[in-house]
């Protein structure tokens, strides 16, 4: 038997991200020795009972439900995980967060930033049913790759100097084909915007956290190339597409440097090239997914005759975070170990009490930057971030929190 305290989760949805946080509840407590709880997959929650039974089988949760509000009401459920589509995430985390559970949500946190501050407002205020405050974070797994993660350690050294560009693309090309049906990807109810939400969102975090600058100014573009889907398994029907199948923006970061994003669905033969570039006085970084464990890395302090870009594989378990948790030096890991180890550094926060981010806060201000570029897009003007004062002065002291336990952004 194990001495750990037992952590007990929910989870809301049984698709594509709910097989990947199955698989992080999983594998947490094989790979992280000293996770400090014993999770365990309590409850699965879908709409349909049929397909969620199967899942739940596969993924190995205890129990099924099919509305998250029959069981909020139990002391064994610790942790709600919400990992539905964007228009049910304020209503099922607010749920959550009032019945005392502490919650993870997926990104974008919200359908909009009034709804994301809503969020961030009732985490602040809640408790467990023994008075600790509950605790709250966003899936932006990314952050977590060992590259990305050593990358943000990097230039807390100071290794690139003052930051000057940082130069992001998301890019896919499932939407190329106009005959792919619509999905609730695809319309504005229920996703909130289009590739802009759902890829640029994971660009703005990742420049916040590899650089801990803010977004204080945006201009953007953006196309629907397909305005009508054939609406899925409707013979006949189709379905207005009323979000962006692409998006572009460029913005000028808080401390000045000059930045530009773009993320795409319809960018044939792109696959899932989430790529960023950052460039400073003393050196420059980039990090591509499709070769998550790699960091590219050019320093003006090499001396000149060996200048130039040199490829890191950041699987070294002495040198790179995470790393040393898996499989012996380059022994390469892929895309859902970034969400185990999401998950193991938000449970030890948990136990310890340290800041955890992303949080509730960070998935404000990346909603903050998401809807400036969606109204700059709109009026075809520049758009200030606006940063809502209220928000602003809440945060800061969580802020300085994270800052003195060593957590970058
Ligand atoms: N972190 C990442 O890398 C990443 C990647 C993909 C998607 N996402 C995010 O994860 C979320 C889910 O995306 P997905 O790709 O898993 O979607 P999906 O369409 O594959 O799955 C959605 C699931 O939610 C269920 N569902 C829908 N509405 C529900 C409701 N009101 N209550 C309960 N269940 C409901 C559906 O039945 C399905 O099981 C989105 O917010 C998306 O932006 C994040």
Redesign the pocket.
Known sequence: MSAKPVLNVAL?????????HSNAYQQVNRFFADCPFEVRRKVL????QG?LEE?AKTWGWEETAT??NLILGRDDIHLVD????????HD?AISALKAGKHVLC???LALNTEQALEMFKVAQKAKTSDGKPVRNGV????RRAPAASTAAGLIRDGKLGEIRHVRAVYLQDWLTDPSCPA???MTAKT?GSGAH??LN??LIDMTRFLTGLEFDQVAAMQETFTKKRPAAGQKGKSITVDVDDALLFLARLSNGALASFEATRVAAGRKNYNRIEINGTRGSLVWNFERMNELEYFSFDDEPRTQGFRTIMCMNGAAHPYAGNYWPDGHIIG?EH??TNHLYDFLVALKSGKPFRPDFADGVANQEVIDASLASAKSGAFVTVPHSQKFAKAVEPLRVQAKSAGIAG
């Open positions: 809301v949805g049984y698709s594509f991200m709910g097989r990947a929650i879908g709409r349909s397909p899942v509305d998250l919400i990992s539905t589509p964007n228009d049910s995430h099922l997926e990104k974008p899936w932006h797994n990314y999905t609730w990807r996703c939400g759902d969102a994971h895309y970034t969400f």
